[in-house]
C-alpha cells in the first residue's frame, strides 16, 4: 500500500470514529423525536393502571411525543422489570415502579442492584395507607389500645392481607416483633377480598390504600385507628400518623416512580426528570390526587435512588428476621 493511501484510510477510519461518538449526542439533543413506551406493571382498567395512564398523558404534554402504555402484569411487576432491562437506554422504553415490585426481589434472593436493572427518573406519588380494624371484633380507637387489647388477648390477634410478602403483611409482623405482640396472618388473593372480609367482621385488622377503605369507613363498618404513611392523608386530615401516635417503624412508604433502562446518559435522566416534576403540577394530576387522598410526592433520581435502597434495604431485614416467605 501507498503511503498516501494509507493516510486516506487512517483519515477515513478517524471520521467514522467520529461520527460514532457524535450520533449518540445528536439523538439525546433531538429527544424525543418520536413516540415513547411506558411498562405499567398491572392490569389493564385498576387504579394502578390509571396512575400510569395518567403519567403517560402528563408526559407526553410536557415532552410533545405521544406516549404508549403497555401493560405487562404479572409476577409483582417483576415481569415488566425485566422487560424494562433488556430495553435499550435510549429514553424510549420506561416503566411506572411501585416499591412493591423491588421488594419481590427479595423473595428471588436477587438483589436491588440498580446499576444494572434499572435508573431511577424520580417519584410522583405517595399512597396513603391506613390501618383499620372492624370494630365488632376489635373495638379500639388508636395504636395505644390495639396494643393493649393484644396484649390482653389469650390468642392471636389476627389480621389479613393482600398475600404473604405484600407490605401489609411484612409491616404487620414487623410491628408484632417490635412491640411484642402476637399476631396470626391470613392471607388473601388480594386486597379487595382482604378488605372484604375485614368489613364483614371475618377478620378484623389490615392495612388498606386510604382510597379503597373511605367508603366503608364512612358506613362506619370499619374504623381507621392510625395513617400508616410518611404524612396524613387529605381524605382524613384529622386521622394522626402512627409516627405521631409514638411508633415510627409501623410505617409504609409506598410510592410510585418513573424509571428506565440501566446506564441511560445523564443527560436523558435530566431531561425526563424535569418532564415529570413539570406534569405533577398539572390540574388533572392535581385533581386525581384529591379525589384518592394521596400525595404528590416529587423527588429527583438521586434521592428517588436512595428512597429506593433505603426501602429495599428495610424490607429485607425484615423478611430475614421475621422468616416470611411467598407462597
Known sequence: MKLPSLYKLMAALASVATLAIAAPAAAQDNYPSRPLKLIVSYPAGGPSDLVGRLLASELRNELGQPVVVENRAGASGLIGLDNLTKSDPDGYTLMVLNNTTTTALHFQNADLDMQERFTPIGSYLGVRMFLVVNPSVIDVNNIDELVEYAKKQKEDVQYTSSGPGSPGHMMMEDFGRKADLNFSHIPYKGSNPALMDTVAGRVGLMVVEAYSALPHIQS????????????????????????????????????????????LPEPLVERLSAALESGLKSDAFKEHVAQTGNALDYTDSSSYRERLQSDFDRWGEVIKAVGITRQ
Open 220 to 263: 362506619g363498618a370499619i374504623r381507621p385507628i392510625a395513617t400508616v404513611s410518611p404524612g396524613r392523608a387529605a381524605l382524613l386530615p384529622d386521622l394522626p400518623t402512627s409516627t405521631e401516635q409514638g411508633y415510627p417503624t409501623l410505617v409504609m412508604d409506598s410510592s410510585f416512580g418513573l424509571i428506565a433502562p440501566p446506564k
